[in-house]
């Protein structure tokens, strides 16, 4: 492989679902030892928070399960994310509709959802914690672990990553 495959996880603002979602994957690779053959980014679809760290109850969640996000920073998704990235995950719907209209027509087969392994209606919608609860975070980590875990598993049948070890 010459170039590692690439994912770039995607929510609105980027500092609570997309990169929980980043540090989650990338840990999970780790852990597989698959990190050399992904590269995993995160981004928004607003300018709301460009520069800024993840929020932090996201990163204080995420560390009560080992996943460290603190050397992450907002940036908004740019039409170049389109060819530079090999699947574009979104949050939500809302998301998605932002990344479709935004996406060139060759680059829309790489849009899908953080949460399409799940399946269902479940699959489509990642909650957003920013204005809720401690519990809302660990909901996002519960759904994005599971989710995550899935990515690998499809990527690996799909024949993109090797087989389990």
């Given at each position: 492989?010459?170039k590692?495959?690439?994912?770039?996880?995607?929510?609105?603002?980027?500092?609570?679902r997309?990169?929980?979602a980043?540090?989650v994957?990338?840990?999970?690779?780790?852990?597989?030892g698959?990190?050399?053959?992904?590269?995993v980014?995160?981004?928004?679809?607003?300018?709301?928070?460009?520069?800024?760290?993840p929020?932090?109850?996201?990163?204080?969640?995420?560390?009560?399960?080992?996943?460290?996000?603190?050397s992450?920073?907002?940036?908004?998704?740019?039409?170049?994310?389109?060819?530079?990235?090999?699947?574009?995950?979104?949050?939500?719907?809302?998301?998605?509709?932002?990344?479709?209209?935004?996406?060139?027509?060759?680059?829309?087969?790489?849009?899908?959802?953080i949460?399409?392994?799940?399946?269902?209606?479940?699959?489509q919608?990642?909650?957003?914690p920013?204005?809720?609860?401690?519990?809302g975070?660990?909901?996002?980590?519960?759904?994005?672990?599971?989710?995550?875990?899935g990515?690998i598993?499809?990527?690996?049948?799909d024949?993109?990553?090797p087989?389990?070890?």
């Open positions: 492989m010459d590692p495959y690439a994912i770039l996880m995607v929510c609105m603002g980027n500092i609570c997309s990169p929980t980043e540090g994957l990338r840990a999970r690779l780790q852990q597989a698959l990190a050399e053959r992904v590269l980014d995160s981004a928004g679809t607003h300018a709301y928070h460009v520069g800024e760290a929020d932090p109850r996201s990163c204080q969640a995420a560390r009560r399960r080992g996943y460290d996000l603190s992450q920073r907002a940036r908004q998704v740019t039409v170049a994310d389109f060819s530079r990235f090999d699947l574009i995950l979104a949050a939500d719907r809302q998301n998605m509709s932002a990344l479709r209209a935004i996406c060139p027509a060759t680059a829309q087969a790489k849009l899908d959802y949460l399409a392994p799940l399946g269902g209606k479940t699959a919608e990642v909650p957003d920013y204005y809720g609860g401690e519990q975070f660990d909901r996002v980590l519960d759904l994005i672990e599971a989710a995550s875990d990515w598993h499809r990527l690996q049948q024949g993109i990553l087989p389990d070890r």
